[in-house]
């Protein structure tokens, strides 16, 4: 589901005789000018981390070490398919998403900066065609990009996403529902997915399981079947307590949560493998969850579809 809190990138650009990125991350409150010399010799090195890490010899979150490199690797994948223009760019990228919850927040940030270096280069890029370099992009972020963000930030509205398949754009409804922000994971969505690859990758019955149970939600969703639709979602979020991604305090919380008001709760995103955190909790109710949340210290938000994908305008 792509939900509305958005993500903002301004691209502008100047002639100039050398070419010059100027990045200002307004969440990080960081700005930092990087010739084209330094560019690309910072994402050569990029470049070389992440050979690394698919080699095993480096871990995943090594591979971008600072905010700026997701920009970078991003400016150096697009200018291997599509020059950039050696001008004097303005970069800035700001964003309503909280960073590091699991909402897809490095993904906003690629599939909003391919849109406009695609823009300003006066190309014209499909879906299918931005899906698969936004993928590339993030595998330096996360190790294996499973294509699901970026897929749900260039559709927009609700989908059914399986990959290697045509994307499925499924029926809006009425919902009621929460994000709850339990706070920063320890571990980043990378660590995750690697951790559970050591230990599950083989286990085709769990795997078969949560396939099983995406099936339930789609169909109790389509059906407008709330109770159905619950217990697929509790489901979901017991699996992944099997799979380790859950810490025991956001258990407990999810536990009180569904009980105190006939809620049904999952971590969405990779959870965590450390620590006391695991990012944001979706909570279907009909009843506020600012009680419990106070209790335990946590920010939430009405959840709200966002039904456009992508937008990209000219100043």
Sequence with gaps: MAIDLKTHCYLSQQPAE??????????????????????????????????????????????????????????????????????????????????????????????GLLAGLFKSHQLIASKESLLDLAKKIESYQHGASSGLDPATLIQGGLLKYQMDQPLQTLSTQPLSGW??????????????????????????????????????????????????????IQHNQNLLCQIGVVPKKVQAFIQQLDSALNAASKVCGAGSVLGDNAGMVLCLSEHSPVELCQQYGYDFWPLKLQPQGVQCELA
Excluded: M
């Design 179 to 232: 994000l709850i922000d339990t706070g920063a994971p320890l571990s980043h969505t990378g660590e995750c997915v690697q951790a559970v690859k050591q230990h599950h990758q083989y286990n085709s019955e769990l795997w078969r399981e949560f396939k099983n149970t995406s099936f339930e939600i789609e169909q109790a969703w389509s059906n407008k079947n709330s109770v159905e639709l619950k217990q697929a």
């Design 18 to 111: 050398s070419g010059r990125f100027t990045i200002q991350l307004q969440d990080f409150d960081l700005e930092k000018s990087f010739s084209f010399a330094d560019w690309q010799q910072q994402s050569q090195q990029i470049e070389k981390r992440f050979q690394q890490f698919q080699q095993t010899q480096l871990a995943i979150d090594a591979v971008l070490t600072s905010p700026f490199d997701l920009i970078l690797i991003t400016l150096w994948l697009f200018n291997q398919q599509h020059p950039i223009q050696t001008e004097k760019w303005q970069i800035k990228i700001g964003s309503e998403v909280p960073i590091g919850r699991g909402l897809g927040s490095s993904a906003a940030v690629i599939v």
